[in-house]
């Protein structure tokens, strides 16, 4: 039956309509969109109308319109020069709940004589008065500043110190209920008690920041917990319908990975589907730091002049909340530990570095203590929060204190001040940070332990994901090569930025259709692309892609849908290493050979899909993609090893280095004394600020550390030579003008740093 060209313009007016006003109020049409988010969505390609039947070739894409439009991603307050004024410089802030000294004049000028000029104030040690102590009293004579610990209060934001609960194991690891949901009643109960906290402190000039609890999560830190955030049933749906649209899969029950885990060994990746338990977690995070975002703002409100946050941040991961692209747009003041690269990631998804990032100090040895000084102020931290153990034989302060004063006072009077309001410089490298992809990479992690998954701990110290961003992290830094980290969230809103010649994929296993788009995109227009291996395999969900990866065409490979984990690595597991056979390792070498079966490559690497090429190079537009199929995880064994073996990186850099060039300045000489070392480098002002620091091992938990090992701190005469002459050099650190040139000596204590700046960008 053909329609009259009456129905054929009725029809295109009703669907006109639909499209513009909406045939229901949840789907209320571009008009009633706009006029509610202010923002217009992306339709890709025109509606056609015939009868009365709207038709369009291609509606926008859900995931894309979620990530531009959702409050997942709307970050809280971030205005620098109100983050610089609230937290003007660099501050050491003891946390004093076993300081011995008292709170006394004597007390006061050793603290500011020794260079603590912060400190804390906990949730139990104020009321309405000030201080039950006379804290403030104290803080205020000896002008300390000082942060706000618990504001929220404990056991709401984090529920248990040290081990979990034996009778609440089976809850966390179940599919029921956050055992203290998180909902609106919590919110209310918290936020009253912020107001009483924030009315105790609000009078003292010296606040800098309130923290709402330390070692926040919605599980227990980075656990594996498969509970449901919130008792609110309403909530998961409606998230699903923003990422999804219209076309929500079913979801019938909530699941934890046991009724993932068993599926794992017979799966090709046409067959894969974790998308069930990714969502779930995915959920548990945008709903958790949505919650942390409203914490922010009431205390915002109560005190519109303080930065508002949390301490104790763990590792990226997918329990607890820590997906960092979510997270540091909920927050305007962050302590996280030095823990499975997160320190790299803050700094880079901390805009015009503004919001105060510090980090935990436990002191070991002198050195280290002030070479922690040194690399943090390098890297863009504004300072410490220190656990004061065994500072004290009883009243008296130990006699490290003495040697370490000098450069806490350095921090806080001299670079501090230099460094607030500085901003980062990278070589024009971006390393993608895809949460998604991490989330699948524990999935892919944890099947070696069976049913004992459970008790995984310590997720830094094993995951895949962890060790491939810290050996691409070191593999540039060695090179000579900084980099930012660049999220899901911005490419897909905004593309690769320009400033940007290389992209970076570490086991990227997880992209969207949107997030292709834009790589490709990036790379088209001349950028170079480098991927590790498998990049794309699965979407955004965990969900396998039933032809191959979204990116094949791009780096000109075919990946087969039929791959399954007999045929990548070792051939028994999805991933590089048994984590549960070497779950007590202590080398990296050890961790990497104990009953692995992987094919090394003669680049001296693990090959990852086993029946496929190492390092494809395609050329695209005006662009480069790059596909190794290689881990980088035996970096962390060859750097260990020293200079030598750590030139294996050379399959990795080499493309990185094509595309943006040899490092512009270092250190001569560069054998083994100098191996490790690292420069970094802000802009401020008009001038270049530069550091040259150690990058040794670390050793942390995911209850703080961020300690050297195996650090040297002899004094040792260097040359710092520039590619290209510089002007107007000055040593920050003794003030002395060195003039212009292109190599200047200087004798290097190697815990400490070398701090310079110079005229113009380098």
Request: glycine letters at 10%.
């Amino acid at each position: 039956m053909i329609a009259s060209p009456f129905s054929l313009v009725l029809g295109y007016w009703r669907g006109l309509g639909a499209v513009l006003f909406g045939t229901e109020p949840s789907q209320p049409g571009l008009v009633n969109q706009v006029m509610r988010t202010g923002i217009l969505p992306t339709i890709s390609v025109v509606a056609i109308v015939f009868g009365s039947q709207l038709v369009t070739a291609a509606d926008p894409d859900p995931y894309e319109n979620y990530v531009k439009t959702s409050r997942d991603f709307k970050p809280v307050k971030q205005d620098a020069a109100w983050l610089r004024k609230a937290f003007p410089s660099w501050v050491y802030m003891p946390w004093t709940h076993q300081w011995g000294i008292g709170y006394t004049d004597e007390s006061g000028k050793w603290s500011v004589a020794s260079g603590y000029n912060g400190a804390f104030v906990d949730w139990d040690r104020i009321d309405g008065n000030g201080s039950k102590t006379g804290r403030l009293d104290w803080i205020t004579k000896y002008d300390l500043r000082f942060y706000v610990d618990h504001l929220a209060g404990k056991r709401e934001l984090h529920m248990w110190d040290g081990a979990i609960p034996k009778d609440k194991l089976n809850a966390i690891h179940g599919n029921g209920v956050r055992t203290n949901p998180v909902n609106d009643a919590m919110k209310d109960r918290l936020q009253k008690l912020m107001s009483k906290h924030i009315a105790a402190v609000k009078s003292s000039p010296l606040r800098s920041a309130y923290a709402l609890d330390d070692e926040i999560s919605w599980g227990h830190f980075v656990h594996p917990s498969m509970w449901c955030v919130t008792d609110d049933k309403a909530a998961y749906p409606a998230w699903l319908k923003e990422i999804y649209g219209p076309n929500v899969p079913p979801r019938k029950n909530w699941i934890t990975y046991e009724d993932v885990r068993p599926k794992l060994a017979t799966w090709a990746v046409k067959d894969f589907d974790a998308s069930q338990l990714m969502d779930q977690w995915s959920f548990n995070d945008s709903y958790w730091n949505n919650f942390v975002g409203d914490l922010v703002e009431h205390s915002n409100s109560v005190d519109p002049h303080t930065p508002c946050g949390w301490v104790g941040g763990q590792s990226p991961n997918a329990f607890g909340g820590y997906d960092y692209a979510k997270a540091m747009r909920k927050v305007q003041f962050i302590e996280s530990y030095n823990i499975g690269g997160s320190q790299a990631i803050i700094r880079s998804f901390n805009p015009k570095n503004a919001i105060p990032a510090v980090t935990s100090h436990f002191h070991r040895e002198s050195a280290d203590t002030i070479w922690q000084t040194w690399y943090y102020l390098a890297h863009g931290n504004r300072g410490f929060i220190g656990w004061v153990e065994k500072w004290f034989d009883g009243t008296t302060p130990k006699a490290w204190h003495k040697e370490t004063a000098p450069h806490f006072l350095e921090a806080g009077k001299k670079i501090g001040p230099l460094m607030s309001g500085s901003e980062w410089q990278h070589d024009g490298v971006a390393i993608y940070y895809s949460h998604a992809s991490i989330q699948l990479g524990w999935i892919m992690d944890a099947a070696a332990h069976g049913k004992t998954w459970v008790n995984r701990n310590s997720d830094e110290r094993l995951g895949g994901s962890h060790h491939g961003r810290k050996a691409w992290e070191n593999m540039l830094r060695d090179s000579g090569l900084q980099h930012s980290y660049i999220s899901y969230v911005d490419v897909i809103q905004n593309g690769v930025p320009p400033e940007y010649k290389v992209l970076i994929l570490p086991a990227c296993l997880c992209l969207s259709d949107v997030e292709a788009k834009r790589i490709r995109a990036f790379v088209e227009a001349g950028g170079t692309v480098i991927a590790d291996f498998m990049p794309g395999l699965w979407d955004q969900h965990g969900k396998g892609r039933a032809t191959g990866g979204v990116l094949d065409e791009l780096f000109g490979v075919k990946h087969t849908q039929d791959l399954k984990q007999n045929g990548v690595f070792g051939g028994k597991l999805w991933c590089e290493v048994d984590q549960d056979a070497n779950f007590s390792w202590k080398t990296y070498d050890g961790f990497l050979t104990n009953g692995n079966t992987c094919i090394k490559d003669a680049s001296g690497f693990h090959k990852a899909v086993r029946d496929m090429k190492t390092v494809n190079v395609n050329k695209i537009g005006k662009g480069t993609a790059v596909l190794l199929n290689l881990s980088p995880q035996w970096y962390n064994a060859y750097r260990s090893a020293g200079a030598e073996s750590a030139t294996k990186r050379s399959t990795f850099m080499e493309p990185v280095e094509k595309a943006v060039g040899k490092r512009w300045v270092s250190l001569k000489p560069a054998g083994g004394k100098e191996h490790g070392y690292e420069i970094t480098y802000w802009k401020k002002d008009g001038r270049t600020i530069l550091f040259v620091c150690m990058n040794p091992e670390i050793s942390v938990s995911s209850t703080g550390g961020g300690n050297s090992v195996g650090l040297n701190a002899s004094v040792l005469p260097v040359t710092l030579s520039f590619a290209h002459k510089v002007s107007g050099l000055r040593d920050e650190r003794t003030g002395m003008d060195l003039g212009s040139g292109a190599e200047f000596k200087f004798d290097w204590p190697m815990n400490e740093a070398i701090v310079l700046s110079f005229e113009g960008k380098n």
